[in-house]
């Protein structure tokens, strides 16, 4: 299996961080007035598991990344071999369009129509022969969407 | 057995409405799970709010009938494109893959689709016998009882998680953690809310499990969206198996089921360990071990039988004790609570006819299952074609709906989008999400069985030990954490003698 160690301790160190917080605030909470145990000690244990298996992976990665020397070749193969365009654009725009539907810009409908035509035209890299068959999708769902949830379904819809 | 009420089920379920369930559920589970980086997870989450206004029965047909299909989608796309369509399908590409590649894909596929048959049908029959009479025997669980199964559970699901045992640990009890924020049920305190009002209510399952399984696997099949898979062509050749082919494969395919079904009935496995224990057992026994990864007929049919299996197998725990036998079951329990029941031992007396309808639609999905893929898998194949940067837009946007539509709040959408980036960075970090989902689900069960224990025995922790059943638990969950360390230290020991 390939193994991406500075992701690895990259992404433990912010599951540490996470636990650390959620450590402190348990680490604050009042004993238990009516029974034994009370709320704080389950999550203090369970946060501190957690760090300390994360320590246990960082350490172990660190280790071996140190011992072979070969830290930079490692760090191009895991984030400069596959390009984050897709990754990035898509989580970008839907974040845009869930703020979008939160601030109530427009109709649902609508909303979702600009999102899918950017957002498809986006990951077929703007190529022009994708831009019409874009729109009609998106037209097609997101109209589609909003009659049949609202009509149908009768599930309310974001905006 | 209660043979009167799987008939009642039966006949209710070929009523219209519910017969449309359980068509459209089998046949939606099939084109989902067939679609690469489409699983029943992501399907079954996503259907879940258009079930809140349904009948919990047809709500419960649907969504079974989603999972058995799901899970036997993914053999098309496994056999046709050597991509596993659901994670459970991924030692069929082994040999589905390269059988349809020297011109025998009706054959690859009708193995494949007889095979998911078989181990369907066996562990229907296995779900059918057991899960009456180990649901009586946990009404005789106490909270120590449930509390020591719930942790062996979770040590059991990070054992066997790829990559390392450590990763399984964290991210089940990461899954704990998460659970935990809200007003804690004992206290009527709020706690780990950061005084923030809107976590009061704690984290919602459905928009948790949505981000976590849908939202990062877009993400994750957003890099690499402009790349052609490989592909074989569905030919005019049968893929129906002749009787011959029956018996001569028949043991393989017994096998593999009562392996697929055992496995699934462990809580938090699933159908990807079924499919791979199956299928490593089959090489060993095999008298020609050398075909399996070149197109091996008994490697597709030992995958494929335990897979299915896996599904009746699973069903078994979530009916008798309300605990998860795969991610899938822990949606399952999620949309059970929904309709407000309560999964676990005393749902045959609270919700007979619920029970009944899950194992029913159990053994009526597979049948339809095989109808459809027998049928028309030639047209089914050719949706798995369509350009994932159409797709994943589209799923995106009822990712959205789905997660609005259960409280009507834009925060559990913000929740799912925060849950959908950090299930991608664990994915990108080989930590499993199985764990994470099952640790989310369980916690709370946990939680609640530890602290009315203590509060029974006036804090005396003991009866972990003192009792039968826990003392069973907790000394399989103390082997199960201590062997693969231990395994690992001989490995190493061994290496420094050599």
Redesign the interface.
Known sequence: MQRNPITEILVCGFIALICLVFFINAWSLPPGTFEPLGSGPVPLATAAIVIICCLVIMIGQARALIRNGQVERQFRMEFMTRSPYGPLITLGLTVVYVAALDLNVASFGVITCVFLTILIAALENFKLKSLLPAFLVAVVVSFGVEYMFTNVFVVDLPA | MDLAALSTAILQILTPWSFFMLFIGTLLGIVVGAIPGLTGAMLIALTL??T??MEPFNAVVLLISMYVGAISGGLITATLMRMPGTPASVMTTFDGYPMARSGRPGRALGLGITASFVGGLIAWGVLLTVTKPLSILATRFGPFEYFTLIMMAMVLIASVS???M??G??SG??G??VS?PGV?P??G?P??T?DWYLLNGGLQLLPVLIGTFA?SQ???D?????NKPERAEVANDSVLMSFSDLKKNAVNMIRSSFIGTGIGILPGIGASIGSVAAYTTAKNVSKSPEKFGTGSEEGIIASEAANNATVGGALIPLIAMGIPGSVIDAILIGALTIHSIQPGPTLFLTNNDIVWAMIATCLLANILMFFFMTSSVRYIASMIYL????V???V???C??GS??LN?T?FD??VM?LF??IG???E????PLGPFVIGFVL?PLA?EK??SG??MT??DISPVVTRPFPLFFTITAVILLIWPFWTEHKRKRAGKTD
Do not use: C, H
């Open positions: 709010p258009l809140f206004y790829e990559g390392s450590v990763k640990l964290i009890l990461l704990m953690l935990m804690d004992a206290s305190m706690r780990l950061f939202v877009i993400i994750a957003t890099l690499d969206v402009q350009p994932r940067s159409f994943l837009p589209v995106a946007v009822f959205v709906v609005y539509a009507n834009m959408v913000w989008l959908g980036v991608f960075m664990l990108r970090a080989k930590i916690a939680e530890l602290r203590l509060m006036a804090g």
